[in-house]
């Protein structure tokens, strides 16, 4: 039987997005009757053996101070390890020429969290009765931000614009200011930069423009930063990140190696901080301040950064150029098929313009040749109007070795010419 569950239990217990394909993938993956599938689905990032040496080193530093009590055997403060609030204070403060005091920092367990919070503090109806929108100012953007909200109609996505090379077979989104509306009966505004999934960095200039839109309305911007540079610095183009009065700066330590340890960053104005800091007090306390610590000691030293820009950006760069360059090799130069510009991200996003069949029907076709990447269709919550261009994408993920990845792309190629081909065919 059922359980009876609310209108957010139920709504909470199902998967969204891309963690609904995730089931049909690992049902697949079990399933493998002897066949070996190059699974290019994942998100979750490799385990690179320098990172992994660095957080072993700050793990037994850790545990030969007389701190390790402290953190492990005690409750904390709800808006992080102190230790580690103040290494990333420091860091920043040194780094971007701010002034940044521990009011203005907040860590959480992992950063959906920290969105989820933002979510339904900032977005979803008033006291008054008035609904709060959560903008995403440019779909396609991460998945994750479609089960974050506990009023789903609350959130809202805007079709972007495109902005195409035809002859190098590439393409880029950009923010569509002619439709973005950003008023008072705006929550929030949130977007991934470096984006998952696109790989898309939205450029200084676009993000300045959504913040002066957001201002009047002293609307928070966050900035998932997910990617970003200083750590993972997952960035393939220059970008700085940017601070200001009414963004809300967010970070992760998942692509720099910690997944497991959940650990989410906020950085902002001290008004926005506490809202977020008293949700967390009721939710769950604190985040673990285990991640915290042994990060404190990899930002204090430099390690962090250094191990992000000279091993982890490097080694999903050069998976990309591996992937660029296959599919430059084996797609037909006819086909109407486009990839993002790589500007960072574990991703790459291919657009195969007028597919003849849905991203869905390509998806399970790729898996029949035992490739599986994702549809792109599950990556545009909030985005209510009907636009064939969501059925005509994909998400390819970086995380494959480069053999698996140069077959994948050609096997991908051959499907592709194939679909196409059926088209003339029956035209
Ligand atoms: C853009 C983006 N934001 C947020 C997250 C959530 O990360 P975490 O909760 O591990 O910090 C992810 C995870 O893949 C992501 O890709």
Do not use: K, Q
């Given at each position: 039987m059922n359980p009876a569950l609310t209108k957010i239990g139920d709504q909470m217990s199902n998967l969204t997005g891309v963690r609904a394909i995730m089931k049909d993938i690992i049902e697949t993956l079990r399933a493998d009757a002897g066949q070996h599938f190059i699974n290019l689905s994942a998100g979750n990032p490799l385990i690179l053996p320098e990172v992994e040496q660095l957080w072993r080193d700050c793990t037994a530093e850790l545990l030969a101070s007389s701190e390790y009590g402290d953190v492990v055997c005690r409750y904390g403060s709800s808006q992080g390890y102190a230790p580690f609030v103040e290494a990333i204070a420091n860091d920043f403060n040194k780094r971007y020429g701010l002034n940044l005091s521990d009011r203005n920092i907040l860590v959480t367990a992992g950063s959906q969290t920290l969105y989820f919070y933002a979510a339904n503090a900032f977005g979803g109806y008033t006291t008054s009765g008035n609904l709060k929108q959560i903008v995403l100012p440019l779909s396609p953007d991460y998945t994750g931000y479609g089960g974050v909200c506990l009023v789903p109609e609350a959130l809202v996505a805007y079709k972007p614009t495109l902005d195409i090379d035809a002859d190098a077979h590439q393409f880029k989104y950009r923010p569509d200011f002619s439709q973005l509306s950003i008023t008072e009966d705006t929550g929030c505004v949130l977007f991934s930069r470096p984006c998952n999934p696109t790989g898309n960095v939205v450029t200084d200039d676009e993000v300045k423009k959504i913040v002066a839109l957001a201002e009047p309305f002293d609307v928070p911007v966050l900035i998932d930063s997910a990617y970003a540079p200083p750590f993972p610095a997952l960035n393939f183009t220059e970008m700085t990140p940017i601070f200001g009065?009414?963004?809300?700066?967010c970070m992760s330590l998942s692509k720099a190696g910690l997944p497991g340890e959940r650990v989410g960053i906020a950085i902002g104005d001290e008004r926005w901080i506490h809202v977020l800091e008293c949700f967390q007090t009721n939710a769950?306390?604190?985040?673990?301040r285990y991640g915290q610590a042994i990060a404190a000691y990899a930002i204090n030293s430099g390690r962090l950064v250094e191990i992000a820009e000279t091993v982890i950006r490097p080694f999903y760069q050069n998976k990309f150029a591996v992937l660029e360059d296959t599919l430059n090799q084996a797609?037909?130069?006819?086909?109407p098929w486009f990839l993002h510009?790589?500007?960072?991200?574990?991703f790459a996003w291919l657009w195969l313009q007028d597919l003849p069949i849905t991203d869905w029907e390509f998806y399970q076709e790729l898996k029949q040749v035992g490739v599986i990447v994702v549809p792109g269709s599950t990556f545009f919550p909030g985005l209510r109007e009907d636009w064939q261009h969501k059925h005509e994408c994909l998400r390819i993920s970086l995380t494959g070795s480069d053999e698996e990845i140069v077959t994948g792309m050609q096997r991908l190629a051959k499907v592709a010419q194939d679909v196409y081909q059926r088209l003339i065919v029956r035209s």
């Open positions: 009065d009414n963004i809300l700066h769950c306390l604190h985040a673990s797609m037909p130069a006819n086909l510009r790589g500007e960072g991200a574990i």
